[in-house]
């Protein structure tokens, strides 16, 4: 599943640099877009509902924030060429909304820079999960995996009878 969103990210990315803007910044745009709703519904969810999950098999929301939130850094670390910084798991060490909300958005922060990198940086070879990829892959497979745990929380608003971020009127 979440090669098909990556290659489906990379053709939007593809189509859309015919246009005008070089695929970095397509891919920013992307990526700004999922990460801006998971940080608009992480910052209005209340510090209770951080602990719901529809099914004890399932993360929780504050689960699916702090995993967002380590990935994040993983991926953007990748597309950097550095190591991923930080002290331990995200996921194991944040347990309270102001602690993944700050991770989330530290996440943010550094990703930002990963995506304004010159487009010629992000051909350099990296390994991600034991096969060979540009460095660029790992910004479109981080915006793609940003969207697809935005449609778990999407999902978990709606059990709730929220509207999720993307579904209101602009």
């Known amino acids: 599943m979440l090669r098909r969103i990556i290659v489906t990210g990379f053709v939007f990315v593809l189509a859309s640099t015919a246009a005008a803007q070089s ?12 990460i801006g709703y998971v940080t608009q519904a992480a910052e209005e969810l209340s510090d209770s509902m951080y602990m719901y999950r529809p099914t004890p098999d399932v993360r929780s929301f504050g689960e699916l924030f702090a ?74 497979a981080n915006a793609s995996h ?11 608003m709606r059990l709730n009878k929220m509207v999720p971020p993307s579904s209101r009127p602009r």
């Open 67 to 140: 995993h967002l939130a380590g990935s994040q850094m993983m991926y953007c670390a990748m597309a950097l060429g550095e190591k991923v910084p930080g002290e331990g798991d995200v996921e194991k060490t944040a347990k309270t909304k102001a602690a993944i909300l700050a991770a989330l958005k530290s996440s943010n922060t550094y990703c930002d820079r990963a995506y304004t990198q010159p487009d010629e940086k992000l051909k350099a070879s990296v390994d991600v999960f034991g096969q060979q990829h540009p460095r660029f892959y790992t910004l479109i």
């Open 23 to 34: 695929p970095t910044a397509e891919a920013r745009v992307l990526w700004k877009s999922n």
């Open 146 to 156: 940003d969207g697809e745990h935005y449609g778990n929380i999407v999902t978990y």
